[in-house]
Antibody
Framework: QVQLQESGPGLVKPSETLSLTCTVSGGSVSSGSYYWSWIRQPPGKGLEWIGYIYYSGSTNYNPSLKSRVTISVDTSKNQFSLKLSSVTAADTAVYYC???????????WGQGTLVTVSS | EIVLTQSPATLSLSPGERATLSCGASQSVSSSYLAWYQQKPGLAPRLLIYDASSRATGIPDRFSGSGSGTDFTLTISRLEPEDFAVYYCQQYGSSPPLTFGGGTKVEIK
């Protein structure tokens, strides 16, 4: 059974960089044709896809966030990570990591972690 | 970018009733790569339907999906108490960005 778990600071100051890590168990981030994504959900609002890293290491980001986002993978730790720079209050959200197999939607999700941007 | 519009925003129904949720796309969704998710408060979304009409593993057959092109529907044939939640559609077939609809809340009448 694949499990994903987000971790990172729950409070980030405006203009700083948000950093989160997703630890994958029960599967490998470097095997198979999987896309490993970050998705966020502001409180009381809908879902927004941030970007993904493919098992090969290639990335793709939402154009609305592209200038501020970096997603990377650490195969030795079976983790992938999100960095979002120059954050503002509008970046306050629950951040989820999720897996999508090939041409399929997200089948496994982490439980989500709330990140609040505030001084 | 494909914009997904869900309607209605809120659906007020009683247990045992039929729920029909709509998802409209601003352009055709290739290969019917359209998914539906259920989300309950404090939890991550759960995949219900993929490829517009295929049920995900373990999803009861009271959930069904239909549609193609720009118009898609999720039907819950008879609402159970645990089905009251928010439902999102998502397209994953076109070039990124992957996009979600704004959601439909199914609430108890």
């Amino acid at each position: 059974q694949v499990q994903l778990q987000e971790s990172g600071p729950g409070l980030v100051k405006p203009s700083e960089t948000l950093s989160l890590t997703c630890t994958v168990s029960g599967g490998s981030v470097s095997s198979g044709s999987y896309y490993w994504s970050w998705i966020r959900q502001p409180p009381g609002k809908g879902l927004e896809w941030i970007g993904y890293i493919y098992y090969s290491g290639s990335t793709n980001y939402n154009p609305s966030l592209k200038s501020r986002v970096t997603i990377s993978v650490d195969t030795s730790k079976n983790q992938f990570s999100l960095k979002l720079s120059s954050v503002t209050a509008a970046d306050t959200a629950v951040y989820y990591c999720a897996r999508a197999p090939g041409d399929l939607p997200f089948d496994y999700w982490g439980q989500g972690t709330l990140v609040t941007v505030s001084s | 970018e494909i914009v997904l519009t869900q309607s209605p925003a809120t659906l007020s129904l009683s247990p045992g009733e039929r729920a029909t949720l709509s998802c409209g796309a601003s352009q055709s969704v290739s290969s019917s790569y359209l998914a539906w998710y259920q989300q309950k408060p404090g939890l991550a979304p759960r995949l219900l339907i993929y490829d517009a009409s295929s049920r995900a593993t373990g999803i009861p057959d009271r959930f069904s999906g239909s549609g193609s092109g720009t118009d898609f529907t999720l039907t819950i044939s008879r609402l159970e108490p645990e089905d009251f939640a928010v439902y999102y559609c998502q397209q994953y077939g076109s070039s990124p960005p992957l996009t979600f609809g704004g959601g439909t809340k199914v609430e108890i009448k």
